[in-house]
Each structure stands twice: as structure tokens, then as C-alpha cells.
């Protein structure tokens, strides 16, 4: 009765505070059950010991200025990547262009955020690509307008990392979707082609057919004809790559169901229509987390270039360790590239998930 | 429904839109249909019943060859059905065809489900397909879902966009294979509701159905198939009065009471 006349200023009960904020949160969660309450121990524990050192190595001990003397300092030495940052990323990229490199990365990168917004997805985006790519190509390659020319066995570090994965993963994928239709085909000499494909890439480890490029290749090139080191990577990455996408989507197609063939037939959709309005958008939806996988796996394996003796980010960080200077510092040079491609890998299964929750019709 | 209304539809024209001669068709091994000879004139309804198993099915799918018959002819519109791909889809494209389990494209709102078909078969402009779309969307009195997806739409609703995704095409025969099957029972009713409009309209059917009433009131002719054969074949008074066949007789005992 009292309440009701105090209408105004209502009386907020709030809840007792051993139940909300902090407090409420770690009983909750951490020390819910004494079984709970032992891992919490344990885990804070572990990472109390782990932690800390880590701390004062990486952060209090270290040495962060180009040139600074870190030996016995007994932190961690980051002067090996503020002094080599340019050899690292840019491999023996001229250095007084790298203005170059670096413009066709941001491009590169900004046209990938934007992207990602499926908003934008029209002709316009379409020509941009074409447009950048060629503008990058020119940047790197130079040759034309003053631009000073760079050979293309200078391009290293980040730039053929990228160019490796971008090139390797943006072919690889719609040849593994021509090669899972392929095998589905009723055409027999198309279908054997692919399961001949298929199966004779998977088995074989991708360092041998970077060396069959390298070095078998060339064997039956006529004389005087030769083709680049980076380009025949390139083309062992694509399909390698190809060959994994290829059974990822074959089980994505094989999961579709046969009403929606048979709903598009009926219609009168033929099978290029048929594969690319119905087929393929709803079976490479659901094939999302596998490609992923398989995208993010090659994007590393680009580093197994360096043992055909291309100076992708890898070989760079190498060459940079085996300078007498920076000699026992390579956990600091290999946390930092480590952290790079964690970047590039993280932003490709980031976007998976978004795709996949935009591309969620059946809502319900 | 009024019986007599729905029979005045006349069929005015003794064109033949649907002529299969001889023909049979085998699974592997499996002899599913046997020596069929069936003639559809332009605008009949015909109803096909029969056993679970006798082939009513594969009869109606290979009318718009979603089954290959291996002996005899099907000729649809005058169109004979044949390997050439091109005569396929052409037929494919004026024949209406309806599951059992709708088959929408879930991928697709209601719409692009309905626009599909005529913007890339019939080539027609992206807005007059979409103004065809809502005009039959309308027309099965669901054109307010026409932005959602198909996994929103309850089964009876899912069935009449299929239904209208057929008509978009502005098909000359429509085939329906157990249309109402899979559907709760107080759905049924708002289903068949638009297959009887649709007969009201004039559109040559050919409906697989347990449905009798539907038979009764909308069928010019009825099919009986038993393992593989059209063993009966009759207008619908005579043959749920009077049918001459024991199999028929048997599975009407069944499926009547
Ligand atoms: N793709 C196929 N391969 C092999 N046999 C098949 C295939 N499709 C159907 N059959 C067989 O052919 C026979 C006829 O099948 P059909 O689906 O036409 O029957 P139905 O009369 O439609 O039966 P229901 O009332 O159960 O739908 C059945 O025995 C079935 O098992
Ligand atoms: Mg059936």
C-alpha cells in the first residue's frame, strides 16, 4: 500500500550484490562447484607461472630501438625487427621505392575490408579489382611512366606471400568447384580426367610438386623458353589448392537434395543455370567451414616456398637470422611473422562466420 | 466447390497436348511401367490413383522427363520427347510441375523463387517478372510473405508458392504428384483450394491424388495404375459407382472407408 502511494519515485530493489557485477560473475563461473573452484586454482596458477616471465621477457627486459645492443639484456631483442623490418617484408625490394610495395598492399587490403560487405558486391566493385590489380601490378613491376623497372626475382617477403595466397586462392577455388562438378558429370572422359586429378595431387605432399615446377618443369620447356620461378609456384599452389576445394564442394553438392534438381529441371533452367542459382549457392553455403580450412592451410603453405628458393616472408625472416648480428633472436623474428599471418588467417575465418550468418535463411 | 460449375469448363477442342504411345519404362531391371497409352486433350483434368508403388509417380515424371522411358513415344504439345536437350527444356518450360515436398529454393525469398524461372528462361525483364510473380502471388493469396524465405512459410503456404512458381511460367499443362501429401490435415483444404481455381481457369491437369474428393468433384477422368499398368480408365461417377475391375474395387474398399 505504502509503495503504491510512492508512485513517483518507484523503489528500485536491487539485486544483493553478491549476485551481480564481478563478484556474482566469478561465483558463477568460477567457483560454482568445488570442482570448479580446484580448476580455477589450478589454471590461475599455470598461467600465473607462465605468464609472468613471459611478461618481463616480451615487454619489461626488452629492447625495442633499431641497433640497440640486446645481448644480455635478457629480454626480448624486437631491435631485430625494427632494424630488418624492410628485409623481412619486402625481401630485396629495392629500398628507396618501397613506397611502391607498400601502396599496393593498402590498396590490396582496403579492397579486401570493403569486400567484405557483401552490400558492395556489384559490377563497380568488379572493375575496381581489375583496375587495382593492374595498378598494383604496374607499382610493383614499375617499368612504365618513370617508374624505375624492379625484376620480379626481387619481389619478396609480404609481397609474394600475398601474392601467393591472393593469386593461389582467388584460382583455386572456382577450379575446384569446375573440378567437383566434373566429377559428378555423366560425361565419362570428364569424369575420369577429374578423379585422376583429384586423386593424383591429394596424393602427393605440396613440397613435391613445388620441386616437379622447379626443377621437372623446366626439363621439357623447348630451348630458351623459360618461365618465372614465382609464376610456376604460383601454378603448383593453384593446383594443389584446387585439388582439396575440388572434394570439400563434391560433399557439399552430394549433400543437396535431389527435389532441388529436380525443381530447377522442372522450371526448364538448364544445368549451367541450374549449378549456378540453385546448386551452388545453397552447396558451397554449406561448405563454408571446410573451404575455410582449406584456404587457411594453403595460405600458410605458401611459406613451403622457400625450398624451391623463393623469398617469400619466411625465407626473408631466415636470411635476416642468419646475419652474425641478430643470431639468437630468431623466437623474437618468429613471433613476429607468426603474428602476421595469425592477422591474415584470422581475418579469413572472421569473415567465414559472418558470411555464414548473412547467408542464414532459414531463420526460425 | 459446386460439382457442376466446376464440369462446365468444356473441353473445346479435341487437341491433344499430352500422347503417349506404348510406352514402357524400367528401372535397372524393373519393369515400373508397362505398355501405357494415354491421350490428354487440352483443358481435361485427369486424376491418377492407385497402390502405393504402381508407378503413378514415374508416370507423371516422365511427362516432363525428370524420368527417360527406354520404349515408346511421349509427345507433349507436339513436342516429342527424345535425347535432344533443347526439346527438354522447352517442354520442360510449358509443362507446370508440383511435388510432394514442394521443393522451393530455400536459398531464395518467395519472390526469387517465382522470378527465377521466366527471368532466366523466358528472358523477361527483371520487373515485369516480378509484377507476373506478385499477379499469382495474388493469386494463391499469399503475396504479403512475398519477402521472406520458404523455411518461414508454414507447409500449406510453401505449397502454394510452389504452385504459383509453376504458374509463372504460364505453363499449358500442370502436373501435380501427390500435391497434398506431406501437408497437416487443416492445411490441405487451402491447398486444393487452388488446384480447383486452377481447374476453374481451364489448365489441363494431370494429379496424382488420394484425394477422392478432389476426383469426384474436379476430374473429367480417372486412372487406376496397378503395378505399372493403367488398369482402369473412366469418368469419375463411373468409376467410384461402378468400377469394373476387381483391383479397383479392392483398393476403392481401402481407401473409401
Ligand atoms: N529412381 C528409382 N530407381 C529404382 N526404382 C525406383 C526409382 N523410383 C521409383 N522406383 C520404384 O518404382 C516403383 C514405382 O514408383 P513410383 O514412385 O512411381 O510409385 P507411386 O505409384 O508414385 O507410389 P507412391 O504412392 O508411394 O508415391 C516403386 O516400386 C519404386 O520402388
Ligand atoms: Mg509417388
Known sequence: ???????????????????????????????????????????????????????????????????????????????????????????????????????????????????????????????????????????????????????????????????????????????????????????????????????????????????MSSVVFPLFLP???????????????????????????????????????????????????????????????????????????????????????????????????????????????????????????????????????????DLE | MNKETSKKVDISSEDIVIQIVNMHKWFGDFHVLKNINLDVKKRERIVVCGPSGSGKSTLIRCINRLEEHQKGQIIVDGIELTKDLKNIEKVRSEVGMVFQHFNLFPHLTIVENLTIGPIWVRKTPKKEAEEIAMYYLEKVQIAEQAAKFPGQLSGGQQQRVAIARSLCMKPNIMLFDEATSALDPEMVKEVLDVMISLAQDGMTMVVVTHEMGFAKSVAHRVLFMDEGEIIEENSPDEFFNNPQNDRTKLFLSQILY
Not at chain 1, 142 to 160: A, H, Q, R, S
Not at chain 1, 235 to 251: D, K, L, N, P
Not at chain 1, 286 to 291: L, N, Y
Not at chain 1, 312 to 329: A, I, N, R, V, Y
Open chain 1, 223 to 361: 630451348e630458351g623458353v623459360s618461365i618465372n620461378g614465382i609464376l610456376r609456384a604460383q601454378v603448383a599452389i593453384i593446383m594443389f589448392t584446387a585439388a582439396y576445394i575440388a572434394e570439400v564442394v563434391r560433399g557439399g553438392l552430394q549433400g543437396m537434395n535431389k527435389g532441388q534438381f529436380e525443381a530447377a529441371d522442372s522450371i526448364g533452367l538448364n544445368y549451367v543455370q541450374t549449378m549456378r542459382l540453385i546448386i551452388l549457392p545453397q552447396a558451397l553455403k554449406i561448405v563454408i567451414p571446410p573451404s575455410v580450412s582449406v584456404l587457411i592451410s594453403a595460405f600458410k603453405d605458401t611459406s613451403l616456398v622457400v625450398i624451391i628458393g623463393l623469398y617469400d616472408l619466411l625465407k626473408t625472416t631466415q636470411t635476416t637470422l642468419s646475419e652474425p648480428k641478430w643470431m639468437g633472436f630468431s623466437a623474437e623474428a618468429y613471433i613476429f611473422i607468426a603474428l602476421i599471418y595469425f592477422v591474415c588467417c584470422f581475418f579469413m575465418s572472421t569473415y567465414s562466420r559472418k558470411l555464414e550468418d548473412e547467408l542464414n535463411t
Open chain 1, 1 to 211: 500500500m505504502e509503495l503504491h502511494a510512492e508512485n513517483e519515485n518507484k523503489v528500485i530493489i536491487k539485486p544483493p550484490i553478491t549476485s551481480i557485477g564481478i563478484i556474482g560473475w566469478m561465483r558463477e563461473n568460477l567457483f560454482s562447484t568445488p570442482f570448479n573452484t580446484i580448476l580455477t586454482i589450478i589454471i590461475v596458477s599455470v598461467l600465473w607461472i607462465s605468464i609472468i616471465p613471459f611478461v618481463k621477457w616480451a615487454l619489461i627486459n626488452s629492447s625495442w630501438l633499431p641497433d640497440a645492443n640486446c645481448r644480455g639484456t635478457g629480454g626480448a631483442c624486437w631491435s631485430i625487427i625494427s632494424s630488418n623490418y624492410k628485409i623481412i617484408l619486402f625481401g630485396f625490394y629495392p629500398q628507396d621505392i618501397l613506397w611502391r610495395p607498400v601502396t599496393a598492399i593498402v590498396m590490396l587490403v582496403s579492397l579486401l575490408f570493403i569486400s567484405r560487405n557483401r552490400n558492395f558486391w556489384n559490377a563497380f566493385l568488379g572493375y575496381s579489382w581489375l583496375i587495382s590489380l593492374m595498378i598494383m601490378g604496374l607499382l610493383l613491376k614499375g617499368g612504365v611512366f618513370g617508374l624505375e623497372p624492379v625484376d620480379i626475382e626481387k619481389w619478396g617477403g609480404i609481397i609474394l606471400t600475398l601474392l601467393l595466397s591472393v593469386f593461389g586462392l582467388t584460382a583455386a577455388y572456382p577450379l575446384g568447384i569446375i573440378l567437383a562438378l566434373g566429377r559428378q558429370s555423366e560425361m565419362p572422359v570428364i569424369k575420369t580426367f577429374c578423379i585422376f586429378y583429384i586423386e593424383l595431387i591429394r596424393g602427393v605432399p605440396l613440397i613435391s610438386l613445388l620441386f
